[in-house]
């Protein structure tokens, strides 16, 4: 049993179990392709990218920059129990939806009311892909992967295989649904990607 008892107890414990994050290794490499990048490292660059590519989305005028930021910065919080699920892995996908919402329950559930069930939301909400808000979100969360490729080794890719009408698939439609200018910049990236051979046809 715990010795001391504070007002902020649960948000401590919360925050303190968000630290397991740090050790959540993703598919992705760093930049350098030096290693994995970390789950935590992902949710900072796209709270961060989000801010910069947000005069670019379509429907602007309806999306609140807040509040996409603060489903970023959360979205993520569920691959301490269920892992990282790489996008483009088909039976790995199967059924992610379901772990991702138990762990959400779980650690979300670590704080108290009305937070633990705004945070809840806000996960449901961007999985659903639905609100302009969630559109943009899911946006950034797609692209920046897709650019730490182009730019980086895109080792990710190429061991696994990854074709360009995967990416088209599943980054693009993403992508475009959110900004024009971000999908021409996508486009003309995923070309470079298979001229450069880090992608298949």
């Known amino acids: 049993p715990e010795i001391y008892t504070m007002i902020l107890q649960k948000e401590i414990n919360f ?5 397991a994050l740090k050790s959540v290794n993703r598919r992705n490499f760093n930049l350098d392709n030096s290693r994995r990048e970390n789950t935590a490292e992902h949710s900072w660059q796209i709270v961060v990218f989000a801010q910069i590519l947000f005069p670019y989305a379509k429907n602007k005028n309806q999306i609140d920059l807040l509040r996409v930021i603060r489903m970023l910065s959360i979205h993520d919080v569920v691959e301490i129990e269920a892992g990282d699920t790489f ?31 705004e945070f ?31 730019y980086g080794s ?14 088209e698939n599943i980054v ?30």
């Open 172 to 201: 693009g439609k993403a992508v475009k649904r959110a900004s024009d200018e971000m999908g021409e910049a996508f486009d003309i990236l995923l070309k470079k990607a298979l001229d450069e051979g880090k992608l298949l046809e």
């Open 154 to 167: 895109a080792e990710s890719w190429t061991e696994a295989g990854i074709k360009t009408n995967q990416v």
């Open 15 to 19: 925050i303190l179990a968000l630290d």
């Open 87 to 117: 996008i483009f892995d088909e039976n790995a996908m199967t059924g992610k939806y379901d772990r991702e919402l138990a762990a959400a329950k779980k650690t979300f559930g670590i704080l108290d009311e009305p937070l633990s069930s």
């Open 120 to 150: 809840l939301n806000l996960w449901i909400e961007f999985e659903a892909e639905e609100t302009h808000d969630a559109i943009f979100a899911c946006a950034v969360d797609r692209i920046m992967p897709f650019l730490l490729n182009v």
